[in-house]
């Protein structure tokens, strides 16, 4: 008798959990997103909060260039509620992973879309800065023909550092707000708040660059590798 009770509460307090995990996953209501490169990470994982699962498809130290996804980076994606990626630029690699999804649902955010790019970037030698710059809006589609080649304005060889411009990662953010709203209404304020808010910090630094550039004597940037603040050297002159 004392076996079929301690029975019997077992599976009532295992049900009880379940029902409560299930209930806080509801809640929680989370869109899982999966991104390329880490700053598309960090400004994913701030709009998206609590509400989102927010992973990072490179590991540290790789060339996103040449990256080349395996199966279960793949299969990542495949599951994922969003994928977000900075573009033909920075990634070539991501148009053959998009044929190959299989999910319906996914959302797919071009982080680059609608973005006046550099180019004629090369990563292994210098590059000519255009100091006029475009600050244009544009209209957004967050649907999962953001990644194609026909709405596309550049080229593979564009310089994909967009995000160094702290204006232009503001409609990066704006960009990536929609996208989570989009996956998930029910979140939209929430998405929206967080957007806005971090987009205030990304407006007040611009704002404390540019009145930090205007007192130097020197503005030249001397760097290794291949040349990154292309947008930051476009925007402070």
């Given at each position: 008798?004392?076996?079929?009770?301690?029975?019997?509460?077992?599976?009532?307090?295992?049900?009880?959990?379940v029902?409560?995990?299930?209930?806080?996953?509801?809640?929680?209501?989370?869109?899982?997103?999966?991104?390329?490169?880490?700053?598309?990470?960090?400004?994913?994982?701030?709009?998206g909060?609590?509400?989102?699962?927010?992973?990072?498809?490179?590991?540290?130290?790789?060339?996103?260039h040449?990256?080349?996804?395996?199966?279960r980076?793949?299969?990542?994606?495949?599951?994922?509620?969003m994928?977000?990626?900075?573009?033909?630029a920075?990634?070539?690699?991501?148009?053959?992973?998009?044929?190959?999804?299989?999910?319906?649902?996914?959302?797919?955010?071009?982080?680059?879309?609608?973005?006046?790019?550099?180019?004629?970037?090369?990563?292994?030698?210098?590059?000519?800065?255009?100091?006029?710059?475009?600050?244009?809006?544009?209209?957004?589609?967050?649907?999962?023909?953001?990644?194609?080649?026909?709405?596309?304005?550049?080229?593979?060889?564009?310089?994909?550092?967009?995000?160094?411009?702290?204006?232009?990662?503001?409609?990066?953010?704006?960009?990536?707000?929609?996208?989570?709203?989009?996956?998930?209404?029910?979140?939209?304020?929430?998405?929206?708040?967080?957007?806005?808010?971090?987009?205030?910090?990304?407006?007040?630094?611009?704002?404390?660059?540019?009145?930090?550039?205007?007192?130097?004597?020197?503005?030249?940037?001397?760097?290794?590798?291949?040349?990154?603040?292309?947008?930051?050297?476009?925007?402070?002159?």
């Open positions: 008798m004392k076996k079929i009770v301690l029975i019997t509460v077992f599976i009532m307090l295992s049900v009880i959990t029902w409560g995990r299930g209930a806080q996953e509801e809640e929680a209501a989370e869109v899982r997103a999966v991104t390329t490169i880490f700053p598309l990470y960090d400004f994913s994982r701030i709009i909060g609590e509400r989102a699962d927010v992973s990072l498809l490179l590991p540290p130290g790789v060339e996103a040449s990256y080349e996804p395996t199966p980076d793949i299969m990542r994606i495949n599951q994922a509620d994928f977000i990626y900075a573009g033909e920075m990634e070539p690699w991501v148009e053959r992973v998009i044929r190959s999804l299989t999910n319906p649902n996914i959302i797919i955010i071009d982080a680059s879309k609608h973005l006046d790019l550099i180019e004629g970037h090369n990563h292994h030698d210098d590059h000519h800065i255009d100091s006029h710059h475009h600050d244009d809006d544009h209209h957004h589609d967050s649907h999962q023909n953001d990644h194609d080649h026909d709405v596309h304005h550049h080229h593979g060889d564009a310089d994909p550092h967009f995000w160094t411009d702290p204006l232009i990662a503001v409609k990066v953010v704006e960009h990536i707000a929609r996208g989570f709203i989009e996956s998930d209404s029910n979140g939209s304020e929430y998405y929206r708040t967080n957007a806005e808010q971090y987009s205030q910090q990304l407006r007040q630094l611009h704002e404390t660059i540019a009145s930090t550039v205007e007192t130097l004597r020197v503005r030249s940037i001397i760097y290794g590798g291949h040349f990154a603040f292309g947008y930051f050297a476009q925007r402070y002159g």
